[in-house]
């Protein structure tokens, strides 16, 4: 499959799903399915959490717990989850607050395989 | 019931759960409780965790999606969820990486609201 039907896949099977992004650490996007128009800011929010996931992978290596893997982001508006794919980039799903949280974590789990594979 | 019998409670019921830590945004532990010995720094950990936190407090305020209320980082070897409790505290639960994290998760939602109660 290719990566924006996997995207597009997690998007249609999750509800409350906003959108599902695959972005470098730089904060620029590589591929994306946006599910609906919203009032938020996506562009935004992908920048700004690009940030903060490369300030946890430097926590991370620190204390020695391994690789960072998935980080997951709930504020009173929007949850967040994001998956690293590989040294480079990583996939994030935009969930509203009442979003399948459950479901996406595991939709997100599952097809990072194929999508890191798919990016080389 | 105690702060701590709460956070005893906590990680009791969870398994694969390490320690359970309220802790203010300057890695200052308020109160703690430790399930077992582990080969990872805890100290350590929740420090950079909290450092992370702010970071992410910082984020969530620039990208307007209301307040933060809850992340969880998994590594190779750890799973943690940090909840706030107020503006100076939030809980942490630290588990091994086949901890039970929907329950952790959980666990720490029903909790936070009678554990931010005591704090006054």
Redesign the interface.
């Known amino acids: 499959m290719s990566l924006r039907g996997s995207l597009r896949e997690i998007v249609e099977s999750v509800d409350g799903a906003l959108a599902a992004i695959i972005m470098a650490y730089d904060g620029i996007p590589i591929d994306e399915v946006v599910a609906a128009q919203t009032e938020?800011?996506l562009q935004?929010?992908t920048v700004?959490?690009a940030?903060?996931l490369k300030?946890?992978k430097r926590?991370?290596a620190?204390?020695?717990?391994?690789?960072?893997?998935?980080?997951?982001?709930?504020?009173?508006?929007?949850r967040v989850v994001m998956r690293v794919l590989n040294d480079e980039l990583f996939t994030v799903l935009i969930m509203t607050?009442n979003g399948n949280f459950?479901k996406g974590r595991y939709l997100l789990r599952l097809k990072s395989p194929a999508m890191a594979e798919e990016l080389g």
């Open positions: 938020f800011d935004l929010l700004e959490y940030t903060v300030e946890i926590a991370v620190v204390i020695k717990v391994g690789e960072m893997e998935e980080v997951s982001i709930a504020t009173g508006q929007v607050k459950g």
